[in-house]
């Protein structure tokens, strides 16, 4: 692995430059203090898997052929020295597992960030948010949210998307398969532009409201039944517990196969709209 530093002021960025299925470029960057890092490494991947605690995750489809994934560190309270160790602490280096490229926070010990930040320090006023720019060598995309938003506009990939509190957000989507979108506490709006590869499109939510709009003139089918049951409330999302689930989770991969294109949605407490 070739390794060179520079110095950018403000920023810490680890650039992560490889091949990513047929020889797809990725580009891995982390934004958190004054110094620059460049790695060099290959890998391949036909899912990308993001395990996050708190911030906001924007994917957008990109015509090109580099898949490019921008994280930065926010900490907006606390100490200089509660602050310079949180910057210190942070280790965030794509891993290559089954075929998944895995995105997760850790600490230095290797634990979850948002795990050790909780037991050591706190995760008050700290996030970390990300840029995602997926091409269509990517045929898989989840994201685990545990508090924030998540936006997906333009993506050809299917879509797998968790959030505990925060909202979901999908624009032009033409995913291939399927897209699944669960929140606790949230709001759920989904617009589609193609659905001609689309299998099951599916929607839960505990408390909130779900629109999907589905593109002029579209045959789909709806059959809420085949919706996955809206997550349990958990006490502590970022317990050793939940993140051994959502890892797990993560990588795993999901197919589906349907006559038509089915559109399947759950609100506990709130309205469902089907446009």
């Known amino acids: 692995m070739k390794l060179s530093k520079k110095l950018l002021s403000g920023s810490l ?18 934004k958190r203090g004054d110094e620059v890092l460049n790695y060099s490494q290959s890998t391949e991947a036909a899912q990308l898997g993001i395990l996050n605690g708190i911030g906001f995750v924007d994917i957008k489809y990109t015509s090109g052929k580099e898949v490019i994934i921008i994280a930065t560190l926010e900490l907006s309270g606390g100490s200089s020295s509660e602050q310079a160790t949180k910057r210190e602490q942070l ?8 075929n998944t490229l895995l995105v997760e926070a850790k600490a230095k010990d290797g634990k979850n960030y948002w795990t050790w930040l909780r037991n ?12 995602i720019r997926v091409p269509e060598s990517i045929k898989i995309v989840k994201v685990y949210n545990a508090v924030g938003n998540v936006t997906a506009t333009g993506v050809k990939s299917a879509l797998d998307i968790e959030v505990y509190t925060g909202h979901i ?10 897209t699944n979108s669960i929140t606790y506490t949230g709001n759920i709006n989904m617009e589609y532009s193609n659905i001609s590869n689309a299998a099951l499109l599916k ?18 089918a709806i059959d809420n039944n085949k919706v996955d049951p809206a997550p ?9 517990e939940n993140i051994n689930r959502v890892r797990e989770w993560l990588l795993s991969t999901q197919q589906y196969t349907e006559n038509t294109t089915t559109v399947a949605n759950k609100a506990s407490f709130g309205t469902v709209s089907v446009r």
């Open 91 to 98: 280790v965030l280096v794509p891993i290559h597992v089954n």
């Open 203 to 220: 929607s839960s939510i505990v408390v909130g409201n779900i629109t999907v709009k589905m593109p002029s003139g579209s045959n789909y």
């Open 232 to 240: 349990a409330k958990v006490d502590d999302v970022i317990s050793d």
């Open 169 to 178: 957000t999908g624009t032009l989507l033409s995913p291939q398969n399927y």
């Open 120 to 131: 050591n320090l706190n995760a008050d006023k700290t996030r970390i948010n990300y840029e």
């Open 13 to 30: 960025i680890l650039a992560v430059a490889g091949m990513v299925l047929l020889f797809q470029p990725l580009t891995f960057a982390v």
